[in-house]
């Protein structure tokens, strides 16, 4: 059963950073893909940023250059780096990870950390 545990989340002030990990249970090379995603109160859930495992980023237009995700394998961690965060950040964040499996893909998601940006 695979795990993902995030953390990092706070509050923070408009302009300021934050750091997101997400945990994972198990190698994170045996994922086809892994990233972010955000629920704001009364939105559905985004894409933020997300990275497949032969390397390619994408991040929604709205955290371009602003947002950075990276990884480290030996941790089987993947991070999310916030800078200049706004008070549109503001959401719960969730990490995603992607199998492929010979039955089909399947995703995993962890709990969800709160960001808070206030202005």
């Known amino acids: 059963q695979v795990q993902l545990v995030e953390s990092g989340g706070g509050l923070v002030q408009a302009g300021g950073s934050l750091r997101l990990s997400c945990a994972a249970s198990?190698?994170?090379?045996?994922?086809?893909?892994m990233g972010w995603y955000r629920q704001a109160s009364g939105k559905e859930r985004e894409l933020v940023a997300t990275?497949?495992?032969?390397?390619?980023?994408n991040y929604a237009d709205s955290v371009k250059d602003r947002f950075t995700i990276s990884r480290d394998n030996a941790k089987n961690t993947v991070y999310l780096q916030m800078n200049s965060l706004k008070p549109e950040d503001t959401a719960v964040y969730y990490c995603?990870?992607?199998?492929?499996?010979?039955?089909?893909?399947?995703?995993?998601w962890g709990q969800g950390t709160q960001v808070t940006v206030s202005s």
């Open positions: 990275f497949s495992s032969g390397g390619t980023t």
């Open positions: 198990g190698s994170i090379f045996s994922f086809s893909a």
């Open positions: 995603k990870a992607r199998k492929l499996l010979l039955s089909g893909p399947i995703n995993y």
